[in-house]
């Protein structure tokens, strides 16, 4: 173990004190070391995780980017759509044209009947031209069966963006705004009629962003249910021709019953469509079309997409084309790729050992809830059936769905056709496999590929995918010190998920059920606004402070995952003890994997923009701000009253 201790020490920067700073105690010759290159506007654990994968995913790739495979097997489908992505010369020999024959038809169409009816059909096409839409979904209050579920759409941006934005949300307002008049431009108008028609779009956009929840109130999860009969929809919302979008996306017919998600919203896209022009309504589908597949296009579209994010987050070079390649493949076969990827990454032996880590975070978590002094036996026990319920997924799926065995990639047609196609059959494949059939709740709900992990509220499962289960999260050859703080963290963080304040009101089948005493709730939410209240006086750039009730559901989750992995830390203590290593208790060792999971840099306008539109609390506050409220943290460094970040024990949280 050494040499773990020695990655430690080179990560640290030893003349800070930890009580004062322990993010740049624990990671500031991290910091120092990894400057941000012009690729990323933020680096870190899960940027090099990506990279690796890119690596990975492109070697896989070539093995069938480099021959003709048989028509309709995965080498064929995986070749085929590298090649053509890759084919610069064409792509851009052909410029917009994939699209020309979609917005023909749309600056041909006379009347608003017309145009709705092209809405729908170019929806089932995915060009997202409708600002409504339904699909398939599970039933919140009996998660056990697939109903249709439906909104609106139209807003790019959340609610804030429109409403009442600061200085970060109206740059990537005004930034949103250039890039979609240049795309009008690049598809044959002028500069005037491309102004005036990013002036149409945006005033859609606008009319429906701004009657939208906004990011705290859509947590809750109440606010966005509303199970309405298929004839009440009908009814209810007359502006929208449910049925002609329903048979041109090829759905069923016998839908009985549809959750909508906000009902006000919906009823200002009826108000647009009836009311607005049919100039400007062409306009708004004409920028849908261009938008949804301006990735597929020549250079020229690409390049103009990334000024926008250049603009929005700093980033100050593009991935090389080989890159964006793999991420468009991965996303569109993911189940193909991932099982290539488990094959040659994962073997059992190490989805055994996780599987052994998960197990010692439940019983962790199973000891505090049975220490708990705040929450009734009845309340305590329905905690525990639920914890003891959940469904753990990891690395790769038990059983694979084998949704894109009816994928088809012709290498004669260009990237937009191709996507057209597998944007129709992904939904086919959901149809054809689900419905009015039972809900497997040991589905899991990622890629093995995917660089992250998950709870499922309505599954009640946490899934920790292959690609996440490596240094610094997971290492094979780290003591379980260091693996109890980094990995260890992360299963109990996505655990405490089904106790923070959305996944809470789900109950151990995940429905949507209260299982609460009245008393238990009041006490549970008094001690979660600690949480709340502490992470909104955090300041991620300066003038721009996180938003604690937008993040709480998060930050619950770190504070309780912290406790949870300590506690399990300590107890295979018990069983088998470990020494210190070059000056490091195991405890140190515990905190400082920790911190090393979220050490990264990052430009302003990236932290800025994560603020703004992200459930999370930037990485450096889910050191600084998390670790303060932990108990153990100040037993391990001897933090005292005195430190920064000293924080009295009173007011420290005490959840889970």
Same mark, same amino acid.
């Given at each position: 173990?050494?040499?773990?201790?020695?990655?430690?020490?080179?990560?640290?920067?030893?003349?800070v004190?930890?009580?004062?700073?322990?993010?740049?105690?624990?990671v500031?010759?991290?910091?120092?070391?990894?400057?941000?290159?012009?690729?990323? /506007?933020?680096?870190?654990? $899960?940027? !090099?995780?990506?990279?690796?994968?890119?690596?990975?995913? *492109? &070697?896989?790739?070539? @093995?069938?980017?480099?021959?003709?495979?048989?028509?309709?097997?995965d080498?064929?489908?995986?070749?085929?759509l590298?090649?053509?992505?890759?084919?610069?010369?064409?792509?851009?020999?052909?410029?917009?044209?994939?699209?020309k024959?979609?917005?023909?038809q749309?600056?041909e169409?006379?009347?608003?009947?017309?145009?709705?009816?092209?809405?729908?059909?170019?929806?089932?096409?995915?060009?997202?031209?409708?600002?409504?839409g339904?699909?398939?979904?599970?039933n919140?209050?009996?998660?056990?069966e697939?109903?249709i579920?439906?909104?609106?759409?139209?807003?790019?941006?959340?609610?804030?963006?429109y409403?009442?934005?600061?200085?970060?949300?109206?740059?990537?307002?005004? /930034?949103?705004?250039?890039? $979609?008049? !240049?795309?009008?431009?690049?598809v044959?108008?002028?500069? *005037? &009629?491309?102004q005036k @028609?990013?002036?149409?779009?945006?005033?859609?956009?606008?009319?429906?962003?701004?009657?939208?929840?906004?990011?705290?109130?859509?947590?809750?999860?109440?606010?966005?249910?509303?199970?309405?009969?298929?004839?009440?929809?009908?009814?209810?919302?007359?502006?929208?021709?449910?049925?002609?979008?329903?048979?041109?996306?090829?759905?069923?017919?016998?839908?009985?019953?549809?959750?909508?998600?906000?009902?006000?919203?919906?009823?200002?896209?009826?108000?647009?469509?009836?009311?607005?022009s049919?100039?400007?309504?062409?306009?708004?589908?004409?920028?849908?079309?261009?938008?949804?597949?301006?990735?597929?296009?020549?250079?020229?579209?690409e390049?103009?997409?990334?000024?926008?994010?250049?603009?929005?987050?700093?980033v100050?070079?593009q991935?090389?084309?080989?890159?964006?390649?793999?991420?468009t493949?991965?996303?569109?076969?993911?189940?193909?790729?991932?099982?290539?990827?488990?094959?040659?990454?994962?073997?059992?032996?190490?989805?055994?050992?996780?599987?052994?880590l998960?197990?010692?975070?439940?019983?962790?978590?199973?000891?505090?809830?049975?220490?708990?002094?705040?929450?009734?036996?009845?309340?305590?026990?329905?905690?525990?059936?639920?914890?003891?319920?959940?469904?753990?997924n990891?690395?790769?799926?038990?059983?694979?769905?084998?949704?894109?065995?009816?994928?088809?990639?012709?290498?004669?047609?260009?990237?937009v056709?191709?996507?057209?196609?597998?944007?129709q059959?992904?939904?086919?494949?959901?149809?054809?496999k689900?419905?009015h059939?039972?809900?497997?709740?040991?589905?899991?709900?990622?890629?093995?590929?995917?660089?992250?992990?998950?709870?499922?509220?309505?599954?009640?499962?946490?899934?920790?995918?292959?690609?996440?289960?490596?240094?610094?999260?997971?290492?094979?050859?780290?003591?379980?010190?260091?693996?109890?703080?980094?990995?260890?963290?992360?299963?109990?963080?996505?655990?405490?998920?089904?106790?923070?304040?959305?996944g809470?009101?789900?109950?151990?089948?995940?429905?949507?059920?209260?299982?609460?005493?009245?008393?238990?709730?009041?006490?549970?939410?008094?001690?979660?606004?600690?949480?709340?209240?502490?992470?909104?006086?955090?300041?991620?750039?300066?003038?721009?402070k996180v938003?604690?009730?937008?993040?709480?559901?998060?930050?619950?989750?770190?504070?309780?995952?912290?406790?949870?992995?300590?506690?399990a830390?300590?107890?295979?203590?018990?069983?088998?003890?470990?020494?210190?290593?070059?000056?490091?208790?195991?405890a140190?060792?515990?905190?400082?994997?920790?911190?090393?999971?979220?050490?990264?840099?990052?430009?302003?306008?990236?932290?800025?923009?994560l603020?703004?539109?992200?459930?999370?609390?930037?990485?450096?506050?889910?050191?600084?701000?998390?670790?303060?409220?932990?108990?153990?943290?100040?037993?391990?460094?001897?933090?005292?009253?005195?430190?920064?970040?000293?924080?009295?024990?009173?007011k420290?949280?005490?959840?889970?």
């Open positions: 173990m050494a040499s773990s201790a020695q990655d430690l020490k080179a990560n640290m920067d030893p003349s004190k930890p009580g004062d700073d322990f993010w740049l105690y624990a500031g010759g991290w910091l120092k070391a990894n400057p941000l290159d012009k690729q990323h /506007a933020e680096n870190g654990a $899960f940027t !090099d995780l990506e990279e690796l994968n890119n690596d990975r995913i *492109k &070697e896989l790739i070539m @093995k069938y980017a480099e021959k003709q495979m048989p028509q309709g097997t080498g064929q489908k995986i070749g085929a590298y090649r053509l992505y890759m084919d610069s010369v064409s792509r851009n020999k052909m410029g917009y044209e994939p699209i024959p979609y917005l023909k749309v600056r169409v006379k009347t608003r009947e017309e145009l709705l009816k092209l809405m729908c059909d170019f929806d089932a096409k995915g060009f997202n031209t409708a600002p409504f339904i699909g398939l979904s599970l919140p209050f009996n998660s056990s697939y109903m579920g439906g909104g609106h759409g139209g807003a790019s941006l959340p609610q804030e963006y409403a009442n934005p600061n200085e970060q949300q109206k740059k990537t307002v005004e /930034a949103k705004k250039a890039l $979609f008049k !240049d795309f009008f431009k690049m044959g108008y002028s500069e *005037k &009629e491309a @028609k990013m002036e149409a779009e945006w005033a859609i956009e606008h009319a429906i962003g701004i009657k939208t929840l906004n990011q705290v109130e859509s947590r809750n999860p109440m606010a966005t249910i509303h199970i309405m009969p298929w004839q009440q929809l009908l009814n209810d919302f007359k502006g929208i021709d449910w049925e002609g979008y329903r048979d041109a996306l090829g759905m069923p017919k016998d839908i009985d019953q549809v959750n909508i998600s906000q009902l006000e919203p919906l009823h200002e896209v009826e108000k647009i469509m009836a009311n607005t049919l100039d400007d309504l062409k306009s708004y589908v004409e920028l849908q079309i261009i938008r949804s597949y301006s990735g597929f296009l020549s250079d020229a579209f390049d103009r997409a990334f000024e926008a994010q250049k603009a929005i987050s700093g100050q070079e991935q090389p084309r080989w890159k964006r390649a793999v991420a493949i991965s996303g569109s076969l993911g189940e193909t790729i991932g099982k290539l990827y488990v094959q040659e990454y994962f073997p059992e032996s190490s989805k055994q050992r996780v599987v052994r998960v197990k010692d975070l439940q019983q962790a978590f199973e000891d505090r809830l049975n220490e708990n002094t705040w929450m009734s036996d009845s309340t305590k026990a329905k905690a525990l059936e639920k914890l003891h319920a959940m469904h753990i990891v690395g790769y799926p038990d059983k694979w769905e084998d949704m894109e065995k009816f994928v088809d990639i012709r290498e004669n047609e260009n990237l056709e191709n996507f057209i196609r597998i944007t059959e992904a939904r086919a494949a959901m149809f054809r689900y419905w059939q039972p809900v497997d709740k040991t589905r899991m709900v990622c890629t093995p590929q995917t660089v992250n992990a998950f709870y499922h509220p309505l599954f009640n499962s946490i899934n920790f995918p292959a690609a996440i289960l490596q240094p610094p999260f997971f290492d094979v050859n780290a003591d379980y010190a260091s693996n109890y703080g980094a990995i260890g963290v992360v299963m109990g963080h996505e655990m405490t998920h089904g106790f923070d304040d959305q809470c009101q789900f109950d151990k089948d995940g429905n949507l059920k209260n299982w609460w005493t009245a008393d238990d709730k009041t006490n549970y939410d008094q001690r979660t606004k600690v949480i709340a209240d502490w992470f909104s006086e955090q300041e991620a750039v300066p003038g721009l938003n604690g009730q937008k993040t709480l559901g998060e930050n619950v989750s770190d504070n309780g995952g912290l406790k949870i992995a300590y506690r830390y300590e107890n295979r203590m018990k069983q088998e003890p470990l020494s210190n290593i070059e000056g490091f208790t195991p140190q060792r515990f905190y400082l994997a920790y911190a090393r999971v979220w050490a990264c840099n990052s430009t302003p306008e990236y932290t800025a923009m603020v703004n539109s992200d459930v999370h609390s930037p990485a450096r506050i889910r050191v600084m701000a998390a670790l303060p409220m932990i108990d153990t943290w100040y037993d391990a460094f001897g933090i005292k009253q005195g430190d920064k970040m000293f924080i009295p024990k009173e420290r949280a005490l959840v889970w």
